[in-house]
């Protein structure tokens, strides 16, 4: 069958089909591997996620795409509560299926396409870049705001606490980033999917009140259950900010079906009202933080950033694909740094979402 046309063909290789013989390396490990390269939740879904999906199994008809009202009130309760962004009202929430989803469409759903410039980090999750070539707009790698010179971006992506550096950006910079933006009337989109795995110091939202000014105008941000709850299977999140962008994508997702499974919806509404579990979980990763984190550097690595989000920005002094290898040897798979961008050649992204007895495995090998 001949195609009408190729989007793949516009869009980079995805990148951990090229890890597929490292993986192999590492499995022939006598105690088999350690797979530390993708931060996938393995620690048990929480019994109020449980709960709540079985609740709300008898759901025979359609959910809506704006989301239940109880559902968009937890989030706007939960983001004043615990990392006091007041006032977001209920229009300027949309649950979304998975934010990887969201991220990947969002330039689609707004318009931006061939001509337009799309802006993210140097080191930055791969998928803002597939956003931009899936509509043909100029994708651009950029950390400091100088660099688009008399450009100006459609979007401008955020990433704080960083995937997959770890790094927190300083409330400072948040809002001369917020004001820079306003000024140009660039969209700028800030993914927040960390904001509960801060180890060192502390993580303030774009929409905080001190950062800007109490509008969203402007502005959006996208967070995730997937590491806060441990729902990565559930594909649940949100994106909030401007009412008038969040008006946008609904009517557009209406028209494309892309609707948040009511029960879904029930579990986001339980998760978001508890705070208990998403305590214990945090727990849970700060330890294995602690000790893998010790246990690189005891090995000779050097951990940049990482004092936020669920990865060690770990580095030899060589090249990423090298340093793959050694850790292969040693039955331990970790993501090359370039995944990211060239600013990572130098280094390797080590997960700490392994169970506790894999965390200590990886401990034993690199002592060994």
Not at 71 to 83: E, G, K, L, M, N
Not at 109 to 115: A, D, I, N, P, S
């Amino acid at each position: 069958m001949t195609l009408p046309g190729s989007v793949s063909g516009r869009l980079p290789d995805f990148p951990w089909d090229k890890l597929t013989s490292y993986a192999a390396t590492a499995r022939a490990h006598a105690d088999g591997i350690v797979d530390l390269s993708i931060g996938t939740p393995v620690d048990p879904t929480p019994q109020v996620a449980i709960d709540a999906l079985v609740a709300a199994a008898n759901w025979p008809g359609y959910p809506t795409t704006i989301g239940l009202p109880a559902t968009r009130q937890a989030i706007s309760d939960w983001f004043a509560r615990v990392h006091g962004v007041t006032g977001l009202g209920l229009d300027q929430i949309l649950p979304v299926v998975g934010t990887k989803e969201l991220i990947a469409q969002l330039a689609f759903h707004l318009g931006v396409g061939e001509g337009d410039l799309v802006a993210f980090p140097e080191a930055a999750y791969p998928t803002y870049e597939v956003g931009a070539a899936l509509v043909g707009a100029t994708p651009m790698a950029a950390d400091s705001l100088t660099a688009f010179g008399p450009q100006t971006p459609k979007i401008l992506w955020l990433n704080s606490p960083s995937n997959p550096t770890g790094r927190v950006l300083p409330p400072e910079h948040l809002k001369k980033v917020v004001d820079w933006c306003r000024e140009r009337g660039v969209l700028l989109v800030s993914d927040e999917c960390y904001l509960d795995c801060v180890w060192e110091g502390s993580a303030t939202s774009v929409l905080h009140p001190s950062i800007s000014g109490g509008s969203a105008e402007g502005i959006l941000v996208v967070h995730s259950l997937s590491k806060r709850s441990n729902l990565a299977g559930y594909r649940a999140g949100f994106v909030a900010g401007d009412p008038a962008v969040i008006k946008e994508l609904l009517a557009v997702r209406k028209n494309l079906g892309l609707i948040v499974p009511g029960p879904v919806q029930e579990v986001m509404t339980a998760v978001y009202g508890d705070d208990a579990h998403a305590e214990e979980q945090y727990a849970r990763y700060a330890a294995r933080r602690v000790r893998l984190k010790a246990a690189l550097e005891q090995a000779g690595f050097t951990v940049d950033h990482s004092e936020a989000a669920l990865y060690l920005w770990s580095t030899r002094g060589e090249n990423c694909w090298d340093t793959v290898q050694w850790l292969a040897e040693r039955g331990i798979l970790a993501a090359p740094g370039d995944f990211y961008g060239p600013a990572g050649a130098q280094h390797v992204r080590i997960a700490i979402t392994a169970t506790d007895e894999r965390i200590d495995a990886a401990i034993a090998r690199l002592g060994a």
